[in-house]
């Protein structure tokens, strides 16, 4: 399966800005029918607190834009969206739509960020999602999950193989940011697809280093610091025969596994 992940640097709060930028890097790229394209947490608003303003429900343009994207390329598209919780507050969304144009999956963040007070304004979510897709099964999550590795090894419990991570992730942390990568990766034996953000905000700058991590935790393929795109082919028979001939997961103790 072909993977493209489109490193941005994201224009604050312009969707229809970061809309084009994101057509302007993937115009004249060839993509597979059926590849996935990943894009970062929130590409359409960056970090953003604006819930009031941002937020959308799946009549909105960002989700328009997905959808199009998808169909003219006949690919599945994830991608971090701004959305609304009935109580009122946000919740900072990965979504997926299939190459039909229809929304395909959804996950909502987990832990939301406290040191930046995210979670004055976010709802967490309550539920490890998966998909499949191809011959994987895909488990999303969004940039300050990655430092919880229990949700990665619970969505290991459920066949995962692949996982998505979708990031705003500061350039300040790079090093924990390409650690953790590798760490979920090796631990899970799984592949993992890291899709960060490049460029600055109003409080942060971010240095980019989206990469794809094979369950052995070597990197595959690196977007480096600026705007651009990560692409590689992943191998479904090489996951297995990887774990057949190092067994690890197998010698789990489930009794000490959290639930």
């Keep these: 399966m072909k993977i493209i992940g489109v490193q941005l640097d994201i224009v604050w709060e312009n969707k229809q800005a970061n809309f084009a930028k994101v057509g302007s890097l993937l115009e004249e790229v060839p993509i ?3 590849s996935l394209i990943v894009l970062p947490e929130m590409f359409a608003t960056g970090f953003s607190m604006n819930v009031a303003a941002m937020a959308e429900d799946e009549s909105g343009g960002t989700f328009a834009f997905l959808k199009d994207l998808a169909r003219r390329r006949q ?3 994830g991608g971090g969206v701004v959305t609304r919780n009935p109580d009122g507050r946000g ?4 979504v997926i739509i299939d190459s039909r144009g229809f929304l395909y999956s959804r996950y909502s963040k987990i832990h939301p960020f406290s040191l930046a007070g995210e ?3 976010y709802a967490p979510g309550n539920r490890i999602v998966t998909f499949p897709l191809h011959e994987f099964t895909v488990a999303p999550f969004i940039c ?8 990665f090894r619970l969505a290991v419990r459920r066949n995962v193989d692949l996982f998505m991570v979708i990031a705003c992730w500061p350039a300040k942390r790079e090093s924990h940011w390409m650690a953790l990568l590798a760490a979920r990766a090796i631990e899970n034996q799984a592949y993992v697809i890291g899709v960060n953000r490049c460029g600055a ?3 942060h700058a971010y240095s980019g280093r989206s990469q794809i991590v094979d369950p052995s935790g070597r990197v595959i393929a690196d977007a480096g610091n600026d705007e651009g795109l990560l692409r590689a082919e992943l191998d479904h ?3 297995e025969n990887y774990r057949r001939e190092l067994p690890f997961l197998t010698d789990r103790r489930e009794e000490y596994h959290l639930d």
């Design 32 to 34: 597979d029918p059926g």
């Design 75 to 77: 690919a599945f598209v």
């Design 91 to 94: 919740c900072n969304e990965a």
């Design 119 to 121: 979670n004055r304004h």
């Design 144 to 151: 300050y999950d990655l430092r919880f590795p229990e949700i």
């Design 201 to 203: 905000d109003p409080e």
């Design 237 to 239: 028979a090489w996951v």
